[in-house]
């Protein structure tokens, strides 16, 4: 005997929760399988534990630099990793609490505990449980890639969900991986106590960024004593009587590096390799993710996917949006496309790095007459009386249309100050709209005026 619903979701990630609560909300009977924790990745083990580690972490460090400020820390400064920790696991579970409140209270939603996989394209088997949908979406979301990398078999290694459970600060964190987790990851364990060395494949770190937000941040990170190793070919992975050795064949520096404990922060996975997506006749890349169109549909006629699963984003704001696509074009009857997205985001180092749009380097590929605007962040008065100088603020604009193509605030609250860029671009007006606006004094964004007015053909 099957259940039948009107709509099925798997996985109570980021877009999965919203979606049940739009269809039910239009009339629906809905089935919601969720195999582990209500928020997936970033209520628990992405977003929201990591930035709440990060502000412990940029404690510490503030207050290791409390006497440039004119105050007296008297003691010792020391690091409870088991309380910081407590703190993340507190903001996660309280969220994750909050959203299963939310499910139990949506009328005509069922919540079903397990692991779904497909036996038919419009069937799906949860345990002993059967049911069917005629709509069924995917928010399958993610997990921590683990390549076939030498030796990797032979190691305790961590991975973003691991180190969560981790209750001494490592003597010696080697993260293999310079990009978003490694990084985040990287200054948060340094600033805990921790010797921290960065491996990383490519020539620089983060590497689809400018060369020189790549080099600046690589600049803030050692600045702190982080040491970081790049173009480093060959990594192995080997137990050493002393710890664990992590080959690096790299031009430079030490060809091993002996670490207490190993982070990989290699990229993510989806959760595809399970889901019996060959009896639904659903189509997936080389790399296991959802093949969809600009609506989010698959091959399949009345199959969905959202979010990280889908390839077309791996943010919690693109997983969201992906949500907020398909309850548009089903239920609103918009128009919505993927490609109409403008993507931004940012990276959780401090200073942080706020992104929108086009790198410079993209821009300059797309053959467009260009102009691009720099400012260090020396320069921008907020940073200054707050004495967190580091990075720099760029923009770069079409020459003949005058839009906003892109643009970098690698600084103090450049995760916010971005939004000013991010709202210009979405209302497509050009860069001079903004120099019209009278900014509030002292901020970061107040400068994002004076940085269009500087605007020079690049
Ligand atoms: C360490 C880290 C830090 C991050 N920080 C940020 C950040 O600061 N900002 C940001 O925007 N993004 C961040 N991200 C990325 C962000 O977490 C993801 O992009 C986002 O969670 C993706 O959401 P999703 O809904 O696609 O999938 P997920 O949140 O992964 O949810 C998928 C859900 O599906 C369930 N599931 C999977 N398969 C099945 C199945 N067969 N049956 C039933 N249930 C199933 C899973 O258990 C999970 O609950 C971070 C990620 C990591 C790892
Ligand atoms: N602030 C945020 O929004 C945030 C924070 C953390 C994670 N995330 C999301 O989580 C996802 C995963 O992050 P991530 O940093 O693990 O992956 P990533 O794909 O962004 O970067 C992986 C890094 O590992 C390097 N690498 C790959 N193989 C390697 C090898 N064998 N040896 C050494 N280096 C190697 C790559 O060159 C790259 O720099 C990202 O897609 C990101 O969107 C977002």
């Known amino acids: 005997m099957s259940r039948r619903f009107d709509a099925i979701i798997i996985g109570a990630g980021q877009a999965g929760p919203s979606l049940a609560a739009r269809l039910t909300g239009a009339g629906m009977t809905v089935a919601l399988v969720e195999r582990h924790f209500f928020g997936g990745t970033c209520v628990n083990t992405g977003c929201m534990p990591t930035k709440t580690l990060v502000a412990s ?158 080099t600046t941040i690589r600049e803030i990170l050692e600045a702190e004593g982080i040491t970081v190793r790049t173009n480093a070919e060959c990594i192995a992975f080997a137990a050493r009587p002393n710890g664990i050795g992590v080959q690096v064949d790299c031009t430079s520096g030490s060809p091993e590096v002996i670490a207490s404990h190993v982070l990989l922060a290699v990229g993510r996975r989806p959760n595809t390799d399970d889901l019996g997506l060959e009896h639904a006749g659903v189509t997936t890349d080389q790399h296991g993710y959802v093949v969809v169109d600009d609506t989010l549909a698959t091959n399949v006629p009345g199959i969905w996917a959202m979010g990280d699963c889908n390839g077309r984003g791996a943010f919690t704001h693109t997983a969201y949006n992906d949500y907020e696509i398909i309850a548009a074009n089903l239920l609103d009857g918009g128009q919505r496309r993927v490609s109409s997205r403008i993507l931004g985001y940012a990276l959780y180092t401090d200073p942080p790095l706020g992104r929108v749009g086009m790198t410079e380097t993209q821009a300059r590929a797309s053959g467009k007459p260009l102009l691009v605007s720099k400012r260090p962040m020396t320069r921008v008065g907020r940073a200054v009386e707050r004495d967190e100088t580091q990075g720099f603020m760029k923009v770069v604009a079409d020459a003949e249309t005058h839009r906003i193509l892109g643009a970098a605030i690698l600084g103090v609250s450049g995760d916010e100050a971005i939004h000013g860029v991010l709202d210009l671009m979405n209302a497509d007006q050009p860069y001079e709209t903004l120099q019209w606006a009278v900014p509030i004094h002292p901020t970061v964004s107040e400068l994002l005026p004076t940085l269009v007015g500087d605007l020079k053909p690049a």
């Open 57 to 214: 972490a940029r404690v510490a460090h503030q207050v290791q630099r409390a006497a440039e400020y004119g105050v007296v820390v008297h003691g010792d400064i020391g690091i409870d990793l088991p309380r910081a920790m407590a703190r993340a696991h507190k903001v996660t579970e309280t969220s994750r609490g909050n959203i299963e409140r939310w499910l139990g209270s949506m009328e005509r939603l069922t919540v079903l505990r397990g692991h779904a996989r497909f036996g038919r394209a419009d069937t799906l088997r949860i345990d002993d449980e059967v049911i069917t949908a005629p709509r069924i979406f995917l928010n399958v979301g993610g997990r921590a890639l683990v390549p076939e990398m030498p030796g990797v078999g032979a190691i305790d290694y961590l991975t973003n969900t691991s180190i969560l459970q981790l209750d001494v600060v490592p003597k010696h964190l080697a993260i293999v991986g310079g990009s978003y987790i490694g990084l985040e990851y990287a200054q948060m364990f340094r600033r805990f106590g921790a010797e921290v060395t960065i491996v990383e494949r490519l020539p620089r770190l983060i590497a689809r960024e400018d060369e020189d937000v790549s």
